[in-house]
Structures are given as structure tokens and as C-alpha cells.
């Protein structure tokens, strides 16, 4: 069974900037997966950030960005802001089915 | 303005058929490139993506739970159905349906609804 790997939690301060990550048990991320990202706050359903890798909805605010990263999907964000503080998870193809990795929570502290 | 709306009971019985309703607006299911997934997180646990119809009513399932899962739309009506059988206590989750677009070397799910909760008990 295909596992998608997120750091299960991370710590960033106002204004700093982290990277989240997106691994797969079956090696390693390319743009063939079409990594997306997702933002969901608690009591909200899943706002979608990043699709296909890198690519940004209207709504997407410019501190977030999306790219490949040393055989992972990434998602940084620079200039975080209090209200980044959420869950974020990646979502990966494989050849016709989709998986979710399990989710990091973003803290601002 | 693309939205979509789940729809069906809030509480089943163990062994008993989960069905429910996607019904959508905004966008049209028999468009080239478009499609409807629902996806579902347990309480406080991670999303986990369940299926997919386009279009083209080309059907994806996920490989844990593709036997109990069938998938269908009503193009006319605007609706995407979900059917789950056998329920199960740990088949309580909010259950979430979502527009997806495909393309040549883009795939996204882009509008999302607000979810429905389900509970598995007897």
C-alpha cells in the first residue's frame, strides 16, 4: 500500500519562513504525481494552495509557492503570517488513484 | 461561482449502505477535463481520498476500499453520487465531495464542499 509522508508537526515564527515536505513510499516525487496542497483549519473544510506542483489558484497568497525538492513535493512559506496556523496536506497521483500524506500542522508561535 | 453541497444521513447502522449526494453548480460534469472526487477525514485524523468520476464517466477508486465503493453521476441533474457498502464504526468521518480538473500536465481539486458527518452505529 502507497504511503505519502508530511512532517507530522512544525514550528515557525511570524514573519519566518518554513518548508513542508511530501515523500512517497514508492521513491521519489516527481511533477508526474501532480502534487497538490491543501490548507484546513479546524472546524473548515480544505482549502486547495498548489496544484500540479507549483502551480497557484487566484486566491493562493503569494507567500506560499510549491516545488520538488531533493525527490519530495515542498511547500513554503515565506513571510508567515499568524493565520498560516493550520493542517496542510499534500495529495499525490499515482497512475489513476490519488493519496493524501497524513497531514502537518503548521504552528505560529 | 462553482459550489458544491453533500447530502444524506447523518447516521447509519453497522453493515448498512452509505449513500450520498454531491450536488454542484458552477461547472458542468460533461465537460472534457472535468470531474468529481469525494474524499473523507475521520474525526481529528487526516484526509483520505476515496474516488473519482470525469467526464468521460471514466471511474477511479481507491485500491483499499474499491470493492465497496461505486461512484456515478447524473449529468442532467448536476449530481454525483457515492455509494459505501458494508458500514463500519471506523467509516465515521466527515465526508467531503470536490470539483477536479485534468489536464495535459495539470490535475487539481480546486472547489471543495463543506462536508458531511456521518456516524456508523448501532
Known amino acids: 500500500q502507497t504511503v505519502v509522508t508530511q512532517e507530522p508537526s512544525l514550528t515557525v515564527s511570524p514573519g519566518g519562513t518554513v518548508t513542508l515536505t511530501c515523500a512517497s513510499s514508492?521513491?521519489?516525487?516527481?511533477?508526474?504525481?501532480?502534487p497538490n496542497w491543501f490548507q484546513q483549519k479546524p472546524g473548515q473544510a480544505p482549502r486547495a494552495l498548489i496544484y500540479s506542483t507549483s502551480n497557484k489558484h487566484s486566491w493562493t497568497p503569494a507567500r506560499f509557492s510549491g516545488s520538488l525538492l531533493g525527490g519530495k513535493a515542498a511547500l513554503t512559506l515565506s513571510g508567515v503570517q499568524p493565520e498560516d496556523e493550520a493542517e496542510y496536506y499534500c495529495l499525490l497521483y499515482y497512475g489513476g488513484a490519488w493519496v493524501f500524506g497524513g497531514g502537518t500542522k503548521l504552528t505560529v508561535l | 461561482q462553482v459550489t458544491l453541497k453533500e447530502s444524506g444521513p447523518t447516521l447509519v447502522k453497522p453493515t448498512q449502505t452509505l449513500t450520498l449526494t454531491c450536488t454542484f453548480s458552477?461547472?458542468?460534469?460533461?465537460?472534457?477535463?472535468?470531474?468529481v472526487g469525494w474524499i473523507r477525514q475521520p474525526p481529528g485524523k487526516a484526509l483520505e481520498w476515496l474516488a473519482l468520476i470525469y467526464w468521460d464517466d471514466d471511474k477511479r477508486y481507491s485500491p483499499s476500499l474499491k470493492s465497496r465503493l461505486t461512484i456515478t453521476k447524473d449529468t442532467s441533474k448536476n449530481q454525483v453520487v457515492l455509494t459505501l457498502t458494508n458500514m463500519d464504526p471506523v467509516d465515521t468521518a466527515t465526508y467531503y465531495c470536490?470539483?477536479?480538473?485534468?489536464?495535459?500536465?495539470?490535475?487539481?481539486?480546486?472547489?471543495w464542499g463543506q462536508g458531511t458527518l456521518v456516524t456508523v452505529s448501532s
Open positions: 514508492t521513491g521519489a516525487v516527481t511533477s508526474a504525481y501532480y
Open positions: 458552477g461547472f458542468s460534469l460533461s465537460t472534457s477535463g472535468v470531474g
Open positions: 470536490a470539483h477536479s480538473t485534468v489536464g495535459a500536465i495539470s490535475a487539481q481539486f480546486q472547489h
